[in-house]
């Protein structure tokens, strides 16, 4: 049986000592609700810079300048294995995303005792600094 790898990016942007956080939707299959990062999947050949970029556009309506990676990790879902890069970023310019905030990074705690990695990551060490 051939075990599905998907490639993401989460995403911190930070203002001052707060994070961009998002919220899913009530409806989403595997995370309905929880606040988290803006993240994305690769989609074919794209660059790990086309990832950023196309979540700032496309999600949140903003420019976004990939920086260093902080962390990244690995998780098994059901169907599928997620492995995330957990990326600094620099936006340009106020969110258009249907619910978003700045907030400390305890708000993720909730996201990832429900098992969001994106939220995990953002809370160890390396993904603090």
Known sequence: ??????RSVALIIRNGDRI???????????LPGIWGLPAGSFDGTETLEDVVVRIGHDNLGVELIPGKQLTSGNQDRPGYTIAM???EAVMAGDPHHREWKWDSVEVLRDGARKGSLCCALALEPAGRS
Request: glycine residues 0%; hydrophobic residues 40%.
């Open 1 to 6: 049986m051939t075990i599905l790898a998907k």
């Open 20 to 30: 961009l956080t998002v919220r899913r939707p009530d409806d989403d299959d595997e």
């Open 85 to 87: 890069q957990l990326i």
